[in-house]
C-alpha cells in the first residue's frame, strides 16, 4: 500500500502560484508602508500583472498622480492666511513640489526606451534612486520650512497639520517607488536576473564618462583650456551685461548644450536662482577671491531659510569654476545660505562659499566639490544630497556668545535614499580666534549619513567629535556616523561620542562605498569638466 502523503524528491510540491495577487504584496512587503503600497496598486486597471518592473513603474504613477494633486495646494492655503511667513514658506512648498513633480516625470520617461533595450540597467538605476530620493528631499523641505517657524509668535500648527495630512499620501507612494526600486529591482540586478525578459548587458549610451545630455561639440569644449563664453557680465560695463540676474535671463531652457557665462571680477550684490529648466549652465569667475556673488537675506529678516541663498541651482549639470558665494547677514541672523544645489551631477571647483550658519546647503541630487574653502558656523555644510567633497578646506569661525559650531548637519529621512555627505582629503582648520566648542556635525534627520575619510583635523575639535540634535539625547541608532583614517591632532577617535550609529573605523570596503565612484557615480560625468578627481579611496 502506498504513502499518499509520501514527500520525496521524486515526488516535489508544486510551488504556489504566482498571482497578481501575491506578487503585489511581496513586492510591496519590501517598502515603509505596504498597505498603501498595495491599494494604490491593486486600484489601477492596469494592475494586473506579476512582472516587477511593470509594478514599480505602476507604483510611479501611482506618486505623479498623488503629487499632481497637491501641486496647487500651497497656493490655496496662502490666499486663506494673513501671515507673511507662513505665506513665504508655503511659497517654498509651491517650488518644491513644482521640483518634486519634475523629478517624477523624470523617472517616468527614462523608464521609455526603444525595442530590445534595457530599462534597469545599473545606470538608470542610480539615476531612479537619486531622483525618487530628491523627491522626497524636495516635499520634507515644504515642512522645513513650515516647522522653522515654530519659534516665533504666530506660529501656526493647525497648518502645519494640515499640509502633513495632505502631504501624506504622495510622501507614501514615491517612498514606496524607492524602496521597491531599491530592495526588488537592485536586488534582480545584482544577481543578473533578466528583468521583464531584457538582457542585462545594457548600458546607456553615454559609456564614455558624458551625461547623456551633453551634446559632442560640448564635451570638446569642456575640454579645451580657453573658454569662449556665450554671456560675459562685467559690472564696469565692459561685458554684454553688468548684473549675473541679466545673464540668467539669456539662458535657452532644458538646453543640452552647455551654457558658459563668465563673471568678471568684482563683486556682484543680488540673489539669483537657476530654476530646474536651466540645464548644463557652466559658471566661471577670474578667482574665489576676484569674483564674488554677495547677498544678505536670513531668516531673521523673515526669508526661509531653503529662499536665503546668494545663489540657488536646481537645474542639472550646473558647474561652477573660481567664484565666491558668500552670505554678510553674519551670525546674528542666524540661517543665512550663500550657496544652495539641488542640480543633479553637478560640479564646484575652486570655489568659496562664506557665512556663518547654514553657509553650504547640497540640498538634493548628485553633487561634487573640489578644491574649494567652505566657513561657517552652525550646520554649515547641511542637506540631503549625495555629495562628495574632495580637497577642500573646511574652516570654522567664532559664532555668538554661547553658541557651538557644527560643521555638517544632513537630512537623510527615509532608509532607502542614496544620500550623505561624504568628505574626502579634506583638510580640517579653525580660524585663528575660534573658542567655541566645534563638533564635526550633528544628525539631523532619523537617517542622517556622514562619513569623514582620510581627511586631515586639527586641534580644534572638541574630542567627543559629534553632538545630538536634541541635547542630552542620543540620535537613533539608525543614522550611519563614521570616521575612517583621518590624521592631526584632532582624528584621534578614542574619547568620540558612544551612539549606536556612529563607527569609529570603518573597513576600507565600508569606506569605499562613500568613494566618488561608488556614491555619485563620477566617473559617468565628471570627466567632461576636466576637474581633477579620485574616483576611490
Not at 24 to 45: G, R
Not at 51 to 57: A, G, W
Not at 250 to 264: A, E
Not at 394 to 407: K, S
Request: net charge neutral.
Amino acid at each position: 500500500m502506498h504513502n499518499r502523503n509520501n514527500n520525496s524528491s521524486s515526488n516535489p510540491v508544486p510551488p504556489p502560484e504566482l498571482t497578481p495577487a501575491t506578487s503585489l504584496k511581496a513586492v510591496c512587503s519590501v517598502t515603509q508602508y505596504p498597505s498603501s503600497c498595495f491599494s494604490s496598486i491593486s486600484a489601477l486597471e492596469t494592475g494586473n500583472t506579476t512582472d516587477p518592473e511593470v509594478l514599480f513603474r505602476l507604483s510611479l504613477h501611482v506618486a505623479v498622480n498623488e503629487l499632481s494633486k497637491l501641486k496647487d495646494y500651497p497656493d490655496k492655503l496662502i490666499q486663506s492666511i494673513a501671515d507673511s511667513a507662513h505665506q513665504e514658506a508655503l511659497k517654498v512648498c509651491t517650488t518644491v513640489f513644482d521640483d518634486a513633480l519634475d523629478r517624477l516625470n523624470d523617472s517616468v520617461s527614462s523608464m521609455t526606451v526603444g525595442e530590445g533595450e534595457q530599462i534597469l540597467s545599473l545606470s538608470k538605476m542610480n539615476d531612479l534612486k537619486t531622483w525618487l530620493s530628491a523627491t522626497i528631499t524636495d516635499q520634507e523641505t515644504c515642512l522645513d520650512a513650515l516647522n522653522e517657524l515654530n519659534a516665533t509668535k504666530n506660529f501656526n500648527q493647525t497648518l502645519v497639520d494640515q499640509v502633513k495630512t495632505a502631504m501624506e499620501n504622495s510622501t507614501e507612494f514615491v517612498s514606496n517607488s524607492l524602496a521597491i526600486v531599491t530592495k526588488i529591482l537592485g536586488l534582480l540586478s545584482d544577481f543578473k536576473i533578466p528583468i521583464h525578459r531584457r538582457l542585462l548587458g545594457f548600458e546607456r549610451t553615454h559609456y564614455s564618462g558624458f551625461p547623456q545630455w551633453v551634446s559632442l561639440g560640448d564635451r570638446r569644449l569642456l575640454q579645451a583650456s580657453n573658454l569662449t563664453p556665450d554671456v560675459t557680465v562685467a559690472g564696469d560695463g565692459t561685458g554684454d551685461v553688468r548684473t549675473l540676474l541679466e545673464a540668467v535671463g539669456k539662458i535657452p531652457k532644458k538646453s543640452t548644450k552647455r551654457f558658459l557665462i563668465h563673471v568678471k571680477a568684482g563683486t556682484y550684490v543680488e540673489n539669483v536662482i537657476l530654476d530646474k529648466s536651466k540645464w548644463n549652465v557652466m559658471l566661471y569667475g577670474d578667482g574665489k577671491d576676484k569674483t564674488i556673488l554677495s547677498g544678505s537675506l536670513n531668516f531673521v529678516d523673515g526669508t526661509p531659510t531653503f529662499s536665503t541663498a546668494t545663489f540657488a541651482v536646481a537645474g542639472k549639470g550646473f558647474f561652477a569654476r573660481d567664484i565666491k558665494f558668500i552670505n554678510t547677514a553674519g551670525a546674528a541672523k542666524h540661517q543665512a545660505v550663500a550657496f544652495r544645489s539641488g542640480s543633479d551631477m553637478s560640479v564646484c571647483f575652486q570655489c568659496a562659499f562664506d557665512g556663518f550658519q547654514d553657509t553650504l546647503y547640497a540640498h538634493s541630487n548628485r553633487q561634487f566639490y573640489r578644491d574649494c574653502d567652505i566657513t561657517g558656523t552652525i550646520d554649515f555644510i547641511f542637506g540631503n544630497a549625495a555629495v562628495v567633497f574632495q580637497n577642500c578646506n573646511i574652516q570654522p569661525r567664532q559664532p555668538l556668545p554661547n553658541q557651538f559650531n557644527t560643521i555638517t548637519a544632513q537630512g537623510k529621512k527615509d532608509p532607502n535614499q542614496n544620500t550623505g555627505i561624504s568628505i574626502h582629503k579634506c583638510k580640517f582648520s579653525a580660524s585663528v580666534d575660534v573658542t567655541a566648542p566645534t563638533y564635526l556635525g550633528r544628525p539631523w534627520k532619523d537617517y542622517s549619513t556622514t562619513v569623514i575619510m582620510q581627511s586631515d583635523i586639527e586641534s580644534f575639535l572638541k574630542p567627543v567629535g559629534w553632538i545630538s540634535w536634541v541635547s542630552g539625547v542620543d540620535p537613533p541608532a539608525t543614522i550611519f556616523y563614521a570616521e575612517y583614517r583621518n590624521t592631526g591632532a584632532g582624528a584621534n577617535v578614542d574619547g568620540r561620542v558612544k551612539w549606536a550609529g556612529y563607527k569609529p573605523a570603518l573597513t576600507v570596503d565600508e569606506a569605499g562605498k562613500f568613494a566618488v565612484d561608488p556614491f555619485v557615480q563620477g566617473s559617468e560625468w565628471l570627466p567632461p569638466t576636466s576637474v581633477t578627481f579620485q574616483s576611490t579611496l
